[in-house]
């Protein structure tokens, strides 16, 4: 079985290896309990490149005071043989103190990006990823690190933050991993009740709906958006957080559908917050 590196010096030493040899590093950057849509992930990473590193770390930093840190899944075990089992070649898995020590103060900030959809809720969520993405991506030296695009607004996020501060390697976008029924694969799955999971339909179904008005000429963003927040309402237990129509690349709101845009939605099923999305490309 495919063991865990715990200290940061050890996968530097390792890659440092790799480099000499001029091998190509992938990096696919987790929170752990891996699922479908991580395996994607890998897959990708390992046709890509000649060797991969999997960082399994529940990063503290990217979740607020009452959000969902302490219950977050967690099975190291299965992890690492997803990892295996996938061809990774490293499994990066520190612990908290390892990664910020005590004397750690620095952060990195994506401005604008990070003000709508998520982070309007999630004040320091982006501030987080942003920080530990920097981490991650000094430590490993990856040529090309892989995101799903479920996570759309951490995705553009990310490539903002690599563009803006000269990071040198590719940030890949992957498509979303859905269950059979349409529901976009997530580790928070887990959190919903039989009848939760059957009423979290409706992201998808919303989403579709609206995807094929926009595919029949539909433009306006307020009529879209409307139609998605009634289709959503019409599920009990359906509570929406945020439905919003955006510019693919800087995330600004739109009211017409004119280039290529980002169709996010947020909805809480019982506690458990969701969401979903799909990229609308015009012709
Ligand atoms: O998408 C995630 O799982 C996390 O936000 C990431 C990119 C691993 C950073 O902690």
Not at 254 to 283: H, M, P, Q, S
Request: glycine share 4%.
């Amino acid at each position: 079985m495919i063991n865990a590196v715990h200290k940061i010096e050890e996968v530097k030493k390792q890659v440092n290896e790799w480099k000499k040899q001029n091998l190509k590093v992938g990096l696919v950057p987790t929170m752990g309990y891996l699922h479908e849509g991580h395996k994607s992930l890998i897959d990708r990473a390992v046709k890509e490149n000649d060797k991969v590193v999997v960082s399994v770390f529940l990063n503290p930093l990217q979740f607020g005071e009452n959000e969902d840190l302490d219950k977050y899944p967690r099975d190291l075990e299965r992890d690492l043989e997803v990892c295996e089992k996938a061809g990774a070649n490293l499994v990066f898995n520190p612990e908290v103190l390892e990664m910020y020590p005590e004397s750690s103060c620095s952060y990195v900030n994506v401005e604008n990006l990070t003000k709508g959809l998520c982070g309007a809720k999630r004040p320091v969520h982006f501030r987080g990823v942003c920080t530990v993405l920097t981490k991650l991506f000094h430590i490993v030296s990856p040529d090309k690190a892989y995101f799903g695009e479920k996570d759309a607004q951490q995705l553009a996020v990310v490539k903002k933050m690599v563009k803006d501060l000269n990071f040198n390697l590719e940030i890949v976008g992957c498509p979303i991993i859905r269950e059979e029924d349409g529901l976009a694969k997530s580790s928070r799955n887990i959190y919903l009740s039989k009848e939760e999971r059957k009423a979290a339909l409706i992201l998808n179904k919303s989403l579709k709906k609206a995807n094929s008005l926009m595919e029949n000429g539909e433009r306006n963003a307020a009529k879209l958006k409307e139609i998605i927040e009634n289709e959503i309402n019409s599920e009990t237990l359906a509570k929406i957080d945020y439905i919003e129509i955006v510019d693919s690349e800087n995330l600004e709101k739109l009211d017409k559908i004119e280039k290529t845009v980002l169709v996010a939605i947020a909805v809480y099923i019982g506690k458990t917050r969701l969401i979903d999305n799909f990229t609308f490309k015009l012709n």
